[in-house]
């Protein structure tokens, strides 16, 4: 007979027979000055409680690695983080606003980590710049700022001054999406922490939300089971309205089925 594993024991999965929750890895930013690597810890939160074990993804000693990771992991989060570097979708730094911190090594261990895990069919989910990584790496572009990049007739504040679990914008989904289907909702308000946005969506994606003023809030695959982009921070929502879990448990759930797969 199949037994739960001593991590569904502890975090109460309730998956019938599970010999073992899926490996989710989490990618990191890096501060070299201090020379550590860091994760708002969140992110591990919400995949721990919503059954899978995170894995902590160190990006400038894993570049060349990434193929090891695709083979053991069942599931990838692409963390928040910094800007990504301009020339990865081939265009100069702009002028005019305030980039933030550049991290090349996290940008091409990202890239690459995305791309053999396309090949591969992995489940992914990325969160704030990992839309714009996933969106990136599978060919599109991003705005560099949404201020001086794009046209809207009204304008909204993506850069919030409120808490960070705190809800201040309306994001509407698109219809016939698997994004709207997780979430059963035509709309709903989330946080906003960002100044770029996806420009170029991939051919192998869709947008599956936009804020108001139509900046790109989400975009999905439309070849992969499972790669869902979202601009906004559900990890920092979730211990304050626990309907966001759902996009989580949703990813970890197609990890999951992933996991027994690969293994059969």
Not at 38 to 62: H, M, N, R
Not at 72 to 78: A, E, Q, R, T
Not at 115 to 132: F, N, S
């Amino acid at each position: 007979m199949k037994r739960n594993c001593t991590f569904c024991i502890v975090y109460k999965c309730r998956k019938e027979n599970c010999m073992k929750c899926p490996l989710i890895g989490i990618t990191t930013s890096l501060d070299m000055q201090a020379g550590n690597y860091f994760s708002k810890t969140s992110y591990a939160t919400c995949i721990s409680q919503a059954g899978g074990i995170p894995v902590l993804l160190p990006s400038d000693e894993s570049v060349g690695k990434e193929g090891n990771y695709v083979k053991k992991l069942d599931g990838i989060l692409f963390a928040g983080g910094g800007d990504i570097h301009p020339h990865f979708w081939g265009e100069e730094p702009l002028d005019g606003f305030e980039m933030g911190m550049i991290l090349p090594q996290r940008d091409n261990f990202e890239i690459r980590l995305y791309q053999m895990a396309e090949e591969k069919r992995l489940p992914m989910l990325g969160i704030c710049r990992g839309i714009q990584l996933m969106a990136i790496a599978a060919g599109g572009s991003i705005c560099q700022d949404i201020d001086i990049g794009l046209k809207r007739s009204s304008r909204i504040r993506h850069m919030q001054k409120a808490p960070d679990w705190c809800e201040t914008h309306t994001v509407q989904f698109a219809a016939d999406t698997k994004l709207a289907e997780i979430y059963h909702a035509k709309d709903i308000i989330v946080n906003s922490f960002h100044h770029q946005s996806v420009k170029k969506v991939p051919e192998s994606y869709r947008v599956n939300a936009k804020s108001v003023d139509g900046v790109i809030e989400g975009i999905e695959s439309v070849e992969l089971p499972f790669a869902i982009g979202v601009q906004w921070h559900p990890e920092r929502m979730a211990q304050k309205d626990r309907k966001t879990m759902v996009l989580f448990k949703t990813f970890v759930r197609y990890a999951a089925q992933y996991s027994e797969e690969k293994t059969e």
